[in-house]
């Protein structure tokens, strides 16, 4: 994830808020469903703040909140009471708010009254729409002042603005209100032991000036509506599971829930779909978050890689702006809509500032060629993969050094561009800061499975001098990582070159990534799962992104010693890949309990204490939740134990459990494979398999790795 150079954290939403999410819409607020400007709430749409207070209040006094329950990503019930004027604690009057985000809210209020007595109620909303971008409401520097008019008309009240040639507007609906300019008033008497209810909608309205947007309507009674709609052709098409280990169901079940949630249209193409990098702060298009949730989740919807691909290979960089960073080539770092030229990164829509989107891109083609989709489909993308493959050689590798290195190209730009993007987060182990360029040994792991990714569909096409000329790019490369940047003295990887081309001493989660790329020389990877595994590095919750004995560590740093679940589940897939299976168990189980403490939901990250001084995990302030590459990190993770994938064009379905007791009996229906569906039963660690496409042969081992594939193919080198 990222944000601004000095600070990428996301920026905190402050304590009791609860977070709606649909698409590219999401609705912040307090507890007790009120939403205050002068905080980080508010109804955002397209990256644009649509409605800044939204306050409740009956008979003058706001709600007391009693709880706030997240139905659905996208739909939570607010419940709190009116405060008594005579001072006594009890109050007989519940509210209740039944909010839905889509593009815009719709809510549901509903007074109930369980006093003998009649209770006359005046319920009142103060209603403000600021339109500040995403930006400025994260970093509270609200700075614009629109031209704004309020017009009732009815039971509606349209707010308009204009800021320079930026038209915008919300279109509020209030059956049965009194509409005044500000607010939205009712006056009712509330029966004894009985309740009184009505329905308000704010949506967009098109270009600040036409009818509301059709895409947030009021269904028909009985009508499902947009957002549950969507959610249940999503629960339709992804597989589904029962487990013994009630627990991991429920978080794989809310994994599948807030994937579906985070899902957003190509405004271009509105039939490809990708994943938003995560909530509040990221509900957008995003390179390396979006490919690395996409690529977790294939087995769950292999479409979602496929519609990113297809979105940022629309967006490649064509040119040299040292604004945007764009370069020709290059994979986009993130997108912004109706952001201000002022406030985005790099000072426009597309920022390019990413090191490591570029290769990732075409290892996601890679695997996405495995899943069967269309000959054609999958050749439609090679060019731009190879144009990919020209970046890293001509601009990723400014100096021909043969890795991959970063320096931001203006100081509105990230200072670091891998996924440690926070200013502090590339360290040597005394705590000083790597200076730049910058070679992180992630990025050459993610290098070398580029190379190899294209070989092989090359070789698949049946260009085998393309396949021999990359297989030997990548020996070459993981001859060369594996001299320099190996820490004899020290057992483990350098996370890092710097500018000077030293090693970046510190010990660090990166290398852990590195594993599952198979970059890695096999004499060295003991050494490195045991540091993996290390009481300086394993909190018992995971492990850590830094080691507790490095002189940057910081258990409640953004970097640099908290637990990234999306950074673990790539460091439990690797190490399965070399025969760690207990140390990847040990990974998993750990994960899987943290997301008990949080409803099943795992957050973008929490702090690093260990588990022995704190029983339970510890909250990052300002983590996102939730947020696509932790929603994606029990699917890899149970998937990873599974030894579960997929090579179409080989007519292969791999499947070799190791799967803990503890997870119980697993039973999958309805997991695409080939164009069709199959149904998967694992009872102890004995998997049987149904339904398999015709010429797909299901296989009790692992995948080939694409190393053994290309030496298979008798290909030049030794990747």
């Not at 400014?398 to 190209?409: H, I, M, P, S, T």
């Not at 702090?607 to 300002?622: A, E, N």
Request: with cysteine.
């Amino acid at each position: 994830m990222a944000g601004w150079n000095a600070d990428t954290a996301a920026g905190p939403v402050g304590s009791g808020t609860v977070t709606l999410v649909e698409g590219s819409s999401f609705c912040i607020s307090l507890a007790n469903g009120d939403i205050h400007p002068e905080h980080p709430h508010g109804v955002f749409h397209e990256d644009t703040r649509i409605l800044s207070r939204w306050n409740l209040s009956v008979n003058g006094q706001p709600l007391e909140p009693l709880t706030a329950a997240t139905r659905e990503p996208y739909r939570a019930l607010f419940i709190g009471r009116v405060p008594r004027s005579d001072g006594y604690a009890d109050s007989p009057l519940i509210v209740e708010r039944l909010r839905e985000v889509g593009a815009g809210i719709r809510e549901e209020i509903t007074i109930r009254n369980y006093s003998a007595d009649a209770a006359e109620c005046v319920v009142s909303l103060s209603v403000e729409s600021d339109f500040a971008d995403l930006f400025e409401v994260k970093e509270a520097r609200v700075q614009r002042r629109w031209e704004e008019t309020r017009e009732p008309d009815g039971d509606s009240l349209a707010i308009r603005a204009v800021w320079q040639d930026v038209r915008k507007g919300v279109i509020v609906k209030a059956d049965g209100a009194d509409v005044a300019p500000d607010a939205l008033t009712y006056r009712t008497v509330v029966p004894p032991h009985g309740q009184w209810s009505t329905l308000l909608s704010v949506v967009p309205a098109v270009d600040g000036t036409a009818a509301p947007s059709a895409s947030f309507v009021r269904p028909a009674a009985g009508e499902l509506s947009p957002s549950d709609r969507r959610r249940e052709e999503w629960v339709a098409k992804i597989p589904k599971l029962h487990m013994g280990n009630r627990s991991i169901e429920r978080t794989l079940r809310r994994s599948y829930d807030d994937l579906g949630a985070l899902r957003i249209e190509d405004p271009a193409h509105p039939e490809r779909i990708v994943v938003a990098a995560g909530a509040p702060w990221f509900m957008t298009l995003f390179g390396r978050d979006s490919l690395w949730a996409s690529e977790m989740s294939l087995p769950v919807d292999p479409s979602l890689a496929l519609g990113t691909l297809q979105t940022l290979a629309d967006r490649q960089g064509r040119v040299v702006d040292p604004m945007s960073e764009e370069e020709p080539g290059k994979i986009l770092h993130e997108v912004r809509l109706g952001v201000s030229s002022g406030l985005s990164l790099g000072g426009k829509s597309a920022y390019y500032g990413s090191v490591d989107a570029t290769p990732q891109f075409v290892m996601t083609l890679g695997s996405v060629s495995r899943w069967g989709f269309g000959k054609d489909t999958i050749a439609a993308l090679l060019p731009h993969a190879d144009r990919a493959l020209d970046w890293i050689r001509n601009y990723g590798d400014k100096d021909g050094d043969g890795f991959v290195e970063y320096e931001r190209l203006n100081d509105q730009g990230l200072i670091n561009q891998g996924w440690k993007d926070s200013w502090d987060g590339i360290n040597f182990a005394d705590g000083t800061l790597a200076e730049p360029p910058i070679a992180l040994c992630e990025v050459q792991a993610l290098v070398y499975s580029a190379y190899l990714s294209r070989a092989w569909m090359a070789y698949d096409a049946g260009d085998t001098p393309l396949a021999a000329e990359l297989v030997d790019q990548a020996a070459r490369l993981k001859k060369r990582f594996n001299e320099e940047f190996w820490l004899p003295d020290h057992g483990y990887f350098a996370v890092a070159l710097d500018g000077e081309k030293r090693p970046v001493d510190a010990c660090a989660s990166n290398m852990g990534q590195c594993l599952w790329h198979g970059i890695i020389d096999e004499d060295k990877v003991p050494l490195v799962a045991e540091r993996l595994m290390s009481p300086e590095m394993f909190s018992g919750w995971g492990v850590r992104t830094l080691a507790s004995d490095m002189g940057a560590y910081n258990p409640a740093s953004y970097h640099n010693g908290s637990v990234w679940p999306h950074d673990n589940a790539i460091i439990a897939a690797g190490l399965l890949r070399y025969g760690f299976v207990a140390e990847a168990q040990r990974i998993a189980a750990a994960l899987l309990e943290a997301a008990d403490y949080s409803d099943g939901r795992l957050p973008e990250l929490f702090c690093g204490f260990g588990r022995d001084q704190v029983p339970q995990p510890v909250p990052y302030p300002t983590a996102c939740s939730p947020q696509a590459w932790a929603a994606t990190t029990p699917i890899m993770l149970v998937t990873s134990l599974m030894r579960y994938d997929a090579h179409i064009s080989r007519g292969g379905f791999w499947l070799d459990p190791v799967l803990p007791e503890s997870y119980g009996d697993l039973h999958i229906t309805n997991a695409p494979m080939g164009g069709g569906r199959i149904t998967i039963d694992i009872a102890g660690s004995e998997p049987t398999v149904h339904g398999l496409p015709d010429g797909i042969v299901f296989h009790r081992e692992h995948r080939p790795w694409l190393t053994e594939l290309l030496a298979q193919a008798e290909l030049r080198g030794k990747a």
